[in-house]
């Protein structure tokens, strides 16, 4: 008998082949295609990593940039300038600096400016016909021409008082005096009434950020302030500018300088450290806000997860026909992680866009320089990385124990 | 590889399902199914038909006894060998379709070959080629819910070729069709048989199975009956 051996007719005998493999590039198609066809849901799980990583880069874009602006400021400014002033201790009432502060003051080595304000004690008003109670809580001091250098202050209109004249009964406002006193610019000759005296007004100053109390005052030269007004130059303020090196050493030694009989009577103070505790203060609502921006990531991390999960329980069908057709439990579950990923991944870097705009835009109308911190964005594409591939791993190991048979049996 | 060898064989096949009381799928099932040969799977509701059928295709495995395929015991692979002899060597049809509703005809058709490291334009060459052969190739760009469902299941078949298996296994793949489309079905089956192809066909159709050169008869997990129609009718 002859015998017509059944020969496997197509393909590869089973001891020749090939383990199953997927490429990585169709790995990713695969993941994309599953995210395509449900749109609706995988743009919603996305959108909450979306706001999440949104509300982190934007909470660390703006606190940057708020401080940044900030810093500028007290970068301008200077932090190396001390107030003096008489303290308002018991008994100390009126107190007035020793006349001699000024002098003895820039005689320390480490001082590289002075300038002071003397109390005039009149008042001053637009005409003399307002009463005299009325004084609008302007007050009025003497001063010499260096302030400006001292303070870094700047003139909106007109000039500061000069070496020409300073002994000349002329006037010079600060910015809050100038709108009380209802004085926009200097087109035309102003003249203000000044201590029973009509004094002509040769500038209006810029605000002080380092010495608000100037904005409400008006200011004449101290030559001036002894011939038209009779008082003794007792310094009420003293801004003195140090070196930047030396700033705690100088204002050890300042107090005991100016009054060594009574050192405890001399007040100083750095108008900087306000600026920094500003600067430190918006830094510990950063901190809640980041907190809070965590708690968005992490409830849209459980919202990919839940989208997962009700995928694969959806999907055993999917699953099994893609184990019936070569796909081995490792292919089955780095799909899934790779929807999980991507998904997040997607909503990191909507959100990442969605931060930097919102930084964008608020702080451009704040007025600050927009400063997008590199690790927020590192960080944050970083998070959702991390949150799909802890959100899809359960998932997708579940994926890869769904048995093919149930999945694809039909009795 | 010895010519005859049987393309798949059971021996002492059991498989068992945990629960309370534990459900007996099959119970220490032996067969031979030589290569060429077109075979249905007939049996009620719940007789362990499908179990058996994806136990020949690797897709499960058995408690106990071991699968052959070509002579090589299934039961020592890991899973990426077992996947790739469904991959490559077995296609498997089934009685709901499971294309994917979003990609169009050929893609799923192409999908077929998906495991086996074959490029994009490869795959769906292939693809287009199977479809040109059952007829569809007009359908190729149409999604799945724009066919009826003797050609969604056309389609199904023509995954399932896609990578030319030697086994094709379908499980009640005319369950969901009205006759004309069963009829047609599967005389695209005999045709398949005709090349050379091994065909396993479990179906609870009696005309169907009558129709077959054998049937194998399960009834409560065991094998009840063997019966060959004589080739030459």
Same mark, same amino acid.
């Given at each position: ?47 909450? @990593? ?44 009126? +107190? ?12 320390? +080595? ?81 003249? #203000? ?6 004094? &002509? ?45 030396? @700033? ?9 300088? @100016? ?58 069908? &999917? @699953? ?20 999980? #990923? ?70 | !590889? ?7 064989? %059971? ?9 309370? $009381? ?15 040969? !077109? ?12 179990? !058996?059928?994806?136990?020949? =295709?690797?897709?499960? *495995?058995?408690?106990? =006894? ?14 990426? /060998? %077992? ?40 795959? /769906? ?10 007829? %569809? ?6 999604? $799945? ?8 299941? /056309? ?9 030319? $298996? ?6 009640? $793949? ?11 079905? !599967? ?26 050169? /054998?049937?194998? *008869? ?16």
């Amino acid at each position: 008998m002859t015998f017509e051996p059944a020969q496997p007719a197509h393909g590869t005998p089973v001891s020749a082949i090939a383990p199953s493999r997927l490429r990585l590039s169709e790995v990713i198609r695969v993941g994309l295609g599953s995210l395509a066809a449900r749109k609706l849901r995988s743009v919603l799980s996305a959108l909450g @990593i979306a706001i999440g990583i949104a509300s982190l880069v934007s909470v660390l874009g703006l606190s940057d940039s708020s401080k940044s602006a900030l810093l500028d400021q007290i970068g301008a400014l200077g932090t190396n300038l001390l107030t003096v002033e008489a303290g308002s201790g018991f008994g100390a009432g009126d +107190a007035a600096l020793p006349s001699t502060a000024v002098a003895t003051v820039g005689r320390v +080595a480490t001082v590289e400016a002075t300038a002071a304000v003397y109390s005039v004690g009149v008042g001053v008003y637009r005409n003399d016909l307002v009463p005299e109670d009325r004084t609008g809580g302007i007050s009025v001091f003497a001063t010499d021409p260096g302030l400006m250098g001292t303070l870094n202050g700047s003139v909106a209109h007109g000039a500061f008082i000069t070496e020409a004249t300073r002994a000349h009964p002329v006037a010079v406002v600060g910015a809050v005096a100038a709108e009380r006193l209802g004085i926009r610019d200097l087109d035309t000759p102003v003249e #203000l009434y000044l201590g029973g005296r009509w004094v &002509e007004v040769l500038g209006v100053l810029e605000p002080f950020a380092l010495a608000a109390d100037l904005d409400r005052a008006v200011l004449i030269g101290d030559r001036a302030a002894e011939t038209y007004y009779n008082i003794e130059l007792a310094p009420t303020v003293v801004y003195v500018r140090v070196d930047e090196d030396h @700033i705690d050493a100088t204002r050890d030694v300042l107090a005991g300088t @100016i009054d060594p009989e009574n050192p405890e009577e001399v007040e100083i103070s750095r108008p900087s450290d306000l600026l920094e505790a500003r600067s430190a203060a918006e830094s510990s609502f950063t901190g809640l806000f980041l907190g809070l921006g965590a708690v968005a990531l992490l409830v849209g991390g459980i919202g990919v997860a839940n989208v997962m999960v009700i995928g694969v329980i959806e999907r055993r069908g &999917e @699953i099994g026909l893609r184990r019936a057709i070569g796909a081995t439990r490792a292919h089955i579950r780095r799909q899934f992680l790779t929807e999980a #990923l991507t998904l997040a991944s997607l909503g990191g870097a909507v959100g990442v866009l969605m931060g930097v705009s919102v930084t964008y835009v608020y702080a451009t109308m704040q007025g600050w320089r927009v400063i997008i911190p590199t690790v927020a964005l590192a960080g944050g594409l970083a998070a959702s990385v991390v949150i799909g591939a802890i959100a899809g791993l359960y998932p997708a190991i579940r994926a890869a124990k769904v048995s093919p048979t149930e999945a694809l049996r039909s009795d | !590889m010895n010519p005859a060898t049987p393309a798949i064989e %059971l021996r002492e096949v059991s498989k068992h399902y945990a629960g309370s $009381p534990p459900v007996i799928a099959l119970d220490r099932v032996s067969v031979q199914i030589g290569h060429g040969e !077109m075979v249905a799977v007939v049996g009620q509701s719940g007789s362990g038909k499908s179990t !058996m059928l994806h136990v020949m =295709g690797t897709l499960d *495995q058995p408690t106990s =006894g071991s699968v052959l395929i070509e002579g090589i015991d299934t039961s020592a692979l890991p899973d990426d /060998r %077992l996947a790739a002899i469904r991959g490559r060597r077995v296609g498997f049809v089934f009685q709901r379709f499971f294309l994917l509703a979003g990609i169009p005809i050929i893609d799923n058709v192409a999908n077929g070959l998906l495991y086996t490291g074959a490029s994009r334009p490869e795959r /769906r060459t292939a693809a287009q080629a199977v479809l040109e052969r059952v007829g %569809l190739s007009e359908r190729m760009w149409h999604r $799945p819910n724009e066919l009826s469902g003797g050609e969604t299941q /056309r389609v199904a078949i023509s995954r399932a070729l896609v990578h030319e $298996p030697a086994f094709v296994l379908a499980d009640e $793949p005319t369950g969901n069709l009205d006759s004309a489309s069963s009829a047609s079905i !599967m005389d695209l089956f005999h045709s398949l048989h005709a090349e050379g192809r091994t065909i396993v066909i479990v179906t609870h159709n009696e005309a169907i199975a009558a129709a077959l050169p /054998r049937q194998l *008869q399960i009834l409560d997990g065991r094998l009840e009956r063997d019966i060959r129609i004589d080739a030459s009718r």
